[in-house]
């Protein structure tokens, strides 16, 4: 069947059916069905009142439908929200200034198409940056851009454009245990990460802090305690206490001091651009360090995990992670930092930094103290330079970084430094090379190198005699691979590698790989992870090695696994799996309930032993906190896990409770009194305690961010003034955000006169000073939408010479989760 016409006069009658074309069309097989000429059905299209000619709108590809939409926007891979787009008559997207300003992208002086307004102008942003890559998908109403980085908007630092002030304190919290008993004895871990400070005057105190109970062992490792804020007049941040430095060329020493660096925008604290990609044999805990500090913990299930958003110290310090099964045995590998690529952006200015050593250093030494400083420059837009020193008593480093972007696609980044230990007579140098592109819609790779000769030291390894085996078991040099690609027809691919070798020879390796697709409503995913050669846990300056330090050599590890759906928010999971000859298979339901609860309840056998194994996970967010809760039973052993976060605020008005950990910039609103009310933040959904107060967990400094109330979470009496508002705030503000609400009380009224008749249809009802209300609707009728206890209402009868007085039956406490109530009333006359 062919489909012939134009798209010029196509009338929608069923935007919905027009929307489930687009849907059809990305359908898989959908769309070379089209491609071999079978097209839509012109009579099924004309039964449901559509213009036949709207099949030549989709026959090319999926498209949203002309005009304004509100869709879900996606800049470099980062999800930034709702925002409303508009999409002219070939289903293209508008660069209008509204979605330029939610990007974060600069506006191009160019117009494509001008609009009834200067906020629906379409501005020419592909042909000002061609390498722009656009990602329409109609069928989950959302749009991903991919786009160069110099297209990027710098914040602006205006005085008086951003909120700024306030003061509270907070608590962040996460505390996670496992208890396991088995044939071979008893094991117990506990772990709590606290982050206490206050926000006052722009000011952000804070003190993080681990404490770990590892089978009676208890221990504190205290991370960073320091104060900040920014210095709009240089741009920069000012941070002292004990801090990690954050120079592009020496970031990552620990010192009790002070530091000036050019980052009062862009904030490293949470990159999402850094992701940690593994596999759990078993239910496991997995801790991530990085300048030998321990930044982040948590408990994982079974299977692929991905850690995104990681509290990261600085850009320049290798990532070493570390995989420890609750039942026994642990696997380690390290993300280096010249993987990081440009997830961790460098920001051109001056730092500065000057404190003594935190580390403890051995023979009793004291710490010395440490002085470095370093500049960064732009070179055009699309590349920069930067060159620091480094130096203590007997210690000097001097070192330099490169950044630039090729052909508009290509990202570089290079840093050398080099490095003098005059008490160990020794000299030596480090490099690092990182190199990221998409090499075409949908494809992505990136490369990194670092070298290190056998006399460069940092500043924490000056002056140390180091041993034999310490010297020869360091990296000589490390290598890092990723590719990903994604098609529709063969799915999306994934593969990291990393190697490092040492000087004594011995080399390890590190491959995570992973295939999926969807067949129709089934998902299938290959997961593939190989670890060869051994590898070590870097122990802290000053301790001796131990045994738990070597981490035993691992192969390989393949996971298949097939997700069916079984409703919109169950999913069945079935997997097999095979690692160091052992075969196991399962099954896994799971379910998200509601905005409050998920669980999964699993099944796994060993197909060799045939022993079997049941687990059972269950995830809860009460409104305040978040638990978690697990199990994991086999013949030989029972564990059970466990854990909570969130935060608390305390503020002028009282103490509030967060089920997410608060950020460098916060707030709390309030929706009058009313309780359980659901408002959308930039950090998710958060819901109102009984007082009808709420966390706002972090705002984003220096840019727009929107809070809107959910009026379906509202009761049905409570009507909003407003219930978006729009925020611009500086950072370490703390911010107070009221949605003024209105109760209302809406009454429908069955009303007869004195001798039990209806009223007649039409008459007037009328409030104090005779002002008109509503009228009579057929059988006597009369709905009030807003009544106030002990109003008096009066009803001009026609044929009457003076009016009826009505006389109210209501309940002294309306119910708030009905729309209106019903009453009868009597109308006598006066």
Known sequence: MKVKGALTGVKVRHPGLFMGLATLWAAPGF???VELGEGFDLAALASYGIDPKVSDYFRSAARFREGAQV????????????????????????????????AGLKVPSAIVQSGISAEQACHDFVGEFPTTLIRLQPSSEEVALIVPTHSLREPEWQAGSFADGGGAALLNYDVLGFDARSDSGHSRFVSAYTEAGFNLGNWVVRS?????????????????????????????????????????VFGGVQLSGLQLFPDGISRMGADKGVVVEGLAHSQARVEVRQSGALIHTTLVPEGPFSLTGLPLLNGTSDLEVSVIGTSGGMRSFVVPAASFGAAVAITPGFDFALGRVREQQVGGKEPPVVAMGSGTWGLGRQSSVGFGLLSTDEYQSAGGTLSSVFFQRVTVAARHTLSRDREGGVEGSRSALSLSSPLAAKVDMSLSATTQTQGYRDVIEAGRSLKKDDLQTRFQHQ???????????????????????????????HVFASWAKGFRQVDVALIADSQVGASRRRKPAGRARSASDEVSPQGLSLRLQVTIPLGDDRRLTTYASRRNGRADSGAALSERVNDYVNYEVGVERDVRDRQQAVRANLDVMPRYTRVGLGMNRTPTSTSYSGQLQGAVVAHERGLTFSPYAVQDTFGVLSVGDVSAAKVSTPQGPVWTDYRGHAVIPGLPAYTTSHLEVQTQSLPKRVDLKNGTKILAVGRGSFNTVDFPVVNVRRVLLEVQDEHGRPLPQGASVLGPDNRFLTSVVGDGLIFLNDMDDGQTLSVSLPNASRPCVLQLNLTSQPQKDTLYETASAVCRAQ
């Not at 926007?73 to 508008?94: H, K, M, S, T």
């Not at 990723?482 to 390796?509: C, H, I, K, L, T």
């Open 208 to 248: 993080r802090q681990f404490s770990i109970s590892d089978n009676g062992k208890s221990r504190t490792h205290h991370v960073q305690a320091y104060a900040q804020r920014d210095v709009a007049a240089l741009r920069s941040t000012f941070q002292v206490g004990q801090i990690s430095t954050r120079s592009p």
């Open 31 to 33: 769309a070379s069905a």
């Open 479 to 509: 290598y890092t691979a990723g590719f990903n690609w994604a098609d529709p027809v063969m799915g999306a691919f994934s593969v990291s590698y990393s190697r490092s070798s040492q000087f004594d020879g011995q080399v390890a390796e």
């Open 71 to 102: 869709v879900g926007l996606r800049v470099n891979g980062n999800p930034l929200g709702l925002v409303e787009a508009r999409f002219d008559y070939q289903g293209q997207l508008c660069f209008t200034p509204g979605l330029l300003e939610k």
